[in-house]
Each structure stands twice: as C-alpha cells, then as structure tokens.
Antibody, heavy 118, light 106 residues
Framework: QVQLVQSGAEVKKPGASAKVSCKGS????????MYWVRQAPGQGLEWMGIINPSAGSTTYAQKFQGRVTMTRDTSTSTVYMELSSLRSEDTAIYHC???????????WGQGTLVTVSS | SYELTQPLSVSVALGQTARITCGGN??????VHWYQQKPGQAPVLVIY???NRPSGIPERFSGSNSGNTATLTISRAQAGDEADYYC?????????FGGGTKLTVL
C-alpha cells in the first residue's frame, strides 16, 4: 500500500534550521509530486511548496521563498524539506503529501512536529 | 493572492445533511478538493476535482462547484464525521487552502 513515513519530532533553537524527511513506498516514487504543508498549533493547513521527484524541480510558496529548500534522493525514494532561520512562529506539524501538479494530495505522511524554542 | 473563505463552524444533527461552503472569486472555474482532518491525524482526501470520491470514501460525501462557491455535502451525518474540513485549489502555480471548518455532529 502507498505509504509516506516522515522523520521524528525535532526541537530547535531560534535561528537554527530543521530538516524533515519523507520516505515514499508502495508506488513509483518519481511518478508523483510531493507537497509540503504545515499546520501551526490549533491552526489550518498552509502550503509551503512542491517538488517534482523526477526532475528535482521545485515551486515554493512566496511566504517561504529564501528560507525553504526541498530536495529528493531517488535512490531511497525520500524527499527532504529544510526550513532555515527558524523562529517561534515556525512551530508546527509539517506534513508531506503525494499528489499531482495542479491537483490534490491523495496520501499524507503522519506529520513531523518541529518545535522552535530557546 | 487567491483567498478561500470557509465558515469557522457548522453543526448538523445526527442523520441529517451538512453543507460546508468554500467561497472564492469565480471558484467555479477551478478544480476544488476537500480534506477531512480528525484531531491528531493527518488529513484525508474526501473529494477531488469538485465531485469525485476517492476509493474508500462513503457515497454520503459529495461535492459541487459553481459560481463563487464550492460545497461539500455530507448526507446522513454520523458521529464519526465530526472533524475539520478544508477546501483546496490551485491558482497561479500556488496551492491554496481554505481556513477550515469544524463540523460538529449533534
């Protein structure tokens, strides 16, 4: 079955970077885009960007331009999302999700809690 | 940037029909997707491209989209439908989510 497994929770200090991984299985990794969506405590879903695992091309939400980097390793079917210059407002659950460009997310990872605290 | 407007909360009596709206400028010209999210869980896709149900989603879930409003309809509401619901679409190479609606089943 299709499965996305994310890395574990992280605690970071303000100004540091966090790197979350998302490993896909049960499908052809390069046939689907990977979304990154975050959810602050008690808040809604916020799109951060998308990566094409085949080409490695990315599109980032304007809000995160310059702070977010999405990469992939096709040998391990894993995508990564790194967010830099962390601040307390970045405390959130970060989800990866499989989908298509211009479409929907049909499978989600379990989420990774990133806590930013001094 | 494109904005999607959802009511903060909707209540429905057990067994009745719930309708959750998603408003946006000429949203009827776009493909709208809907997600259900229960506390502590990842979202689940319940409707894609306005009216389509993924496999495993009950027929009680349906969608429509016209003009400036897309609607998720949940028929014969059950206690297990209590959750947050989000609409989503793409605009100018950007994915956009609505603010979410909390559905309470009374």
């Amino acid at each position: 079955q299709v499965q996305l497994v994310q890395s574990g929770a992280e605690v970071k200090k303000p100004g540091a970077s966090a790197k979350v991984s998302c490993k896909g299985s049960g499908y052809i990794f390069t046939n689907y885009y990977m979304y990154w969506v975050r959810q602050a405590p008690g808040q809604g879903l916020e799109w951060m960007g998308i990566i094409n695992p085949s080409a490695g091309s990315t599109t980032y939400a304007q809000k995160f331009q310059g702070r977010v980097t999405m990469t992939r390793d096709t040998s391990t079917s894993t995508v990564y999302m790194e967010l830099s210059s962390l601040r307390s407002e970045d405390t959130a659950i970060y989800h990866c999700g499989r989908g298509s460009w211009g479409g929907a997310v049909d499978c989600w990872g379990q989420g990774t809690l990133v806590t930013v605290s001094s | 940037s494109y904005e999607l407007t959802q009511p903060l909360s909707v209540s429905v009596a057990l067994g009745q029909t719930a309708r959750i709206t998603c408003g946006g400028n000429n949203i009827g010209s776009k493909n709208v997707h809907w997600y259900q999210q229960k506390p502590g869980q990842a979202p689940v896709l319940v409707i894609y491209r306005d009216t389509n149900r993924p496999s495993g989603i009950p027929e009680r879930f349906s969608g429509s989209n016209s003009g400036n409003t897309a609607t998720l309809t949940i028929s014969r509401a059950q206690a297990g439908d209590e959750a947050d619901y989000y609409c989503q679409l793409w605009d100018s190479s950007t994915a956009v989510f609505g603010g979410g609606t909390k559905l309470t089943v009374l």
